[in-house]
């Protein structure tokens, strides 16, 4: 099923209603959508480079339109919506763990969420459930979103192809280590001061 939605993604990725497509699914992606939009913005970014930026910026305002879904879906909805949600994730069991600590720490947690290919949706279900401060679910999802989808869209822009065939092997990676110190940046600051 996931293959399926993926080749589907890459299809729309070609549609001449592309916008449109990756807004709805960076927003659906935000709440309860498998695929991440990096799968249609990395083609999008490659076939029309002049309009990279403006992609990534789609994808962050949908992303975080879709965050205040699933938080509405973690706090309104949390046992008939979320719940499954976790469950299709294979979340739930160690989120009773999670949700204890989670509004401590929560602004990092959506930060490295945000950032990396941690599923978001967990997150921003954890964060509704949770009854994490709205303000900052969002702050920090604009400057996660906005850093993940920016650099996706800098590095297809200025190295295409190529760039593109090292996102696809090292994606994980490189989006995790960037995180943690993107985050690591953001701690230490927060420590100093």
């Not at 399926?4 to 729309?12: A, D």
Request: contains cysteine.
């Amino acid at each position: 099923m996931l293959k399926r939605l993926y080749e589907w993604m890459l299809g729309k990725a070609a549609h001449p209603q592309a916008p449109k497509w990756l807004t709805g699914i960076s927003f659906a992606e935000s709440s309860f959508f498998p695929i991440p939009p990096d799968v249609m913005l990395a083609p999008m970014c490659l076939a029309k480079p002049e309009r990279a930026y403006w992609y990534a910026l789609i994808c962050t305002i949908a992303s975080v339109l879709g965050a205040l879904l699933g938080y509405a879906i973690g706090y309104f909805f949390f046992k008939t919506v979320g719940l499954p949600i976790l469950e299709f994730y294979g979340a739930t069991e160690k989120f009773d763990l999670f949700a204890n600590s989670f509004n401590e720490q929560g602004w990092v947690v959506v930060l490295l969420a945000g950032f990396t290919p941690l599923p978001f949706k967990v997150i921003t279900i954890a964060a509704g459930s949770t009854a994490m401060p709205l303000h900052i679910l969002i702050g920090a999802a604009i400057i996660a979103r906005s850093a993940r989808f920016f650099l996706v869209a800098a590095l297809l822009r200025y190295f295409g192809p190529p760039m593109k065939i090292w996102i696809d092997k090292n994606f994980t990676l490189a989006t995790t280590v960037v995180g943690i110190l993107f985050v690591g940046g953001f701690v230490a600051v927060r420590w100093l001061l």
